[in-house]
């Protein structure tokens, strides 16, 4: 399931530079994850980075964007290669 930045969000930009997939960009009035690019860093690290530095935990499951590990991984791969 890829990720979505909620209105809780400060606008900081701390979990940009965290995203392996560059998948996080500025939005109109906050900071928008792409779920075409999110794969949650699932073949990079255990956990997703930008939820570990959102200062105000506004970094949240995404329930229109529901995609199983394996998915997530393929979607990583197709982006990166192997």
Known sequence: ???IINEECINCAACV???PNEAISEGDTIYVINP????????????????????????VPDPNHQESKEALLEKKI?????
């Not at 690019?37 to 506004?58: K, S």
């Not at 197709?78 to 192997?82: A, D, L, P, V």
């Open 36 to 59: 075409d690019l999110c794969t949650e860093c699932v073949g990079f690290y255990d956990e997703p980075q930008c939820v570990n530095v959102c200062p105000v935990d506004a970094i």
């Open 17 to 19: 530079s965290e995203c």
């Open 1 to 3: 399931m890829a990720l």
């Open 78 to 82: 197709r982006i990166h290669g192997e």
